[in-house]
């Protein structure tokens, strides 16, 4: 095998795969169509652009969510470098200035010796030592060569949240804290509805206008983890008291008590100037979504910067196309890597293109493959995207519930979860200090 990787997509996956091949010393082109081309739901043309919320989720191990950040560090992650370098308070979460997290990604790229970015639309997978990390986006040409591979896709929906400036939010109708108090108390904007405004707001939002999402938008392929907020609602009036509007951990000052239903707003950027409506993905019309958001008293004179947008995503039917890997069983050559894969969110994506990098860096050189202990969540969702006994394959992000359970029983939650977590960061720690390839 030649030493060249030629790289299809230049966003968190591809660019972890760029990152991970290019410190080994192998040269890589790194393919991306922006600006030459945008998907439906992308508008800059830096890599790595965060197009739905700007959290990458928990920081504590006691988390799934926080536990592959810490395996991904013991990867040597340039996501996770970057991330902390453009972190915004967001509480116990890890949350980013998108637009300089983007900047500072690409600089790095770019300016990377082995690196070679090429802005261009690939529309046929080439021949030779490849990684598709195209995105659950990719360009019809290009879906069209996935699908010949690969033996057809699926495809669900994905929401984003709309974004509102700091100065328009009414601060004498809301209040900040995190919830439980967790991590500092401004790092939310607590938006507070009585049962008279939340039950006004409920009927607006159930019955407000969807936007046309073409042929394509059909409600049973909604997927679960981004689903939007009107469609959460339709299930049932208390659902989203339950959900994104819940007041639980939270005391609202003016009344003392605990709020009937909440929004919370993080910040959007580190200056604090924009904050993103938490868990509201919407497919509303956008003059819908400023009739409907107002409603909601902090918000009455907001002013939206981005309003919530709804796109296609696609990925790969993986079990008994993809090795554990992430490398196509009938063609070792070729792998695929982010939520094309199945993984679903900006880490688990990232985690995914560490590994394909690492193990085409591993092909080329000769050694056998490297897969994480199973008892780690990077491990686990390798595991769960090429495991064939799983009959009607769906994305799936961080959980505890993919490790095997701990020898011992541990009533307390947080314990049990903490407890779980050292044993995957232990056995990943001896995994890489028994392998030549990981010692520096």
């Known amino acids: 095998m030649t030493g060249k990787v030629k790289i299809i997509g230049g966003g968190f996956a591809g660019c972890e795969a760029a990152w991970q091949l290019a410190e080994r010393g192998i040269e890589t082109e790194l393919y991306e169509m922006k600006p030459v081309k945008f998907s439906p739901a992308h508008s800059s043309e830096g890599l790595c652009e965060l197009v739905c919320s700007n959290s990458f989720k928990a920081m504590r191990i006691s988390s799934a969510a926080g536990m592959m950040k810490e395996e991904m560090r013991m990867l040597s992650s340039l996501c996770l470098k970057c991330a902390d370098e453009c972190s915004v308070p ?44 195209a995105g659950p986006l990719a360009s019809e040409a290009l879906s069209e ?82 689903m939007p907020v009107e469609v959460m609602a339709s299930r049932g009036k208390d659902t989203i008291r339950y959900g994104p509007m819940k007041p639980a951990g939270l005391t609202d000052p003016s009344t003392g008590r605990r709020p009937y239903a909440n929004l919370q707003l993080r910040k959007e950027n580190r200056e604090g100037t924009m904050y993103n409506l938490v868990g509201f993905q919407t497919n509303l019309k956008f003059a819908e979504q400023k009739r409907v958001f107002s409603m909601i008293p902090a918000l009455r004179e907001a002013e939206f910067v981005r309003y919530g947008v709804m796109h296609r995503n696609t990925f790969i039917n993986s079990p008994g196309i993809l090795n554990p890997d992430f490398s196509v069983i009938k063609r ?29 860096a591993r092909r080329i050189e000769g050694l056998d493959m490297f897969v994480p202990p199973e008892t780690t969540i990077t491990g686990a969702l390798a ?58």
């Open 90 to 133: 967001a509480g116990g979460a890890l949350a980013v200035d998108r637009e300089k997290y983007s900047a500072l990604i690409t600089g790095k790229i770019l300016s990377h010796k082995n690196i070679t970015v090429i802005r261009e639309e690939v529309r046929e997978i080439p021949e030779g030592n490849v990684i598709v990390a």
């Open 145 to 226: 060569s996935i699908k010949q591979i690969c033996g057809g896709s699926l495809s669900f929906f994905d929401a984003a949240a709309p974004i509102v400036t700091a100065e328009s939010i009414d601060m004498s109708r809301a209040f900040t804290q995190s919830r439980y108090d967790r991590g500092e108390p401004d790092d939310y904007i607590n938006c507070p509805l009585s049962k008279e405004e939340y039950e006004a707001f409920y009927d607006a939002l159930i019955n407000a206008q969807s936007a046309e999402v073409h042929s394509f938008d059909k409600r049973k392929d909604v997927y679960e983890g981004c």
């Open 332 to 360: 070792p050559s070729l792998f695929f890597a982010g939520q094309i894969t199945g993984v679903e969110g900006y880490m688990e994506s990232a985690a995914s293109g560490i590994l394909a990098g690492i193990n085409m």
């Open 383 to 440: 595991r769960y995207v090429a495991d064939t006994s799983v009959k009607n394959f769906q994305p799936m992000g961080a959980a505890f519930g993919l490790l095997p359970p701990l020898g011992t029983r541990i009533r307390d939650k947080q314990q049990r979860y903490e407890k779980t977590a050292l044993r995957g960061l232990e056995d990943l720690k001896t995994q890489l200090s028994d392998d030549y390839f990981f010692i520096k």
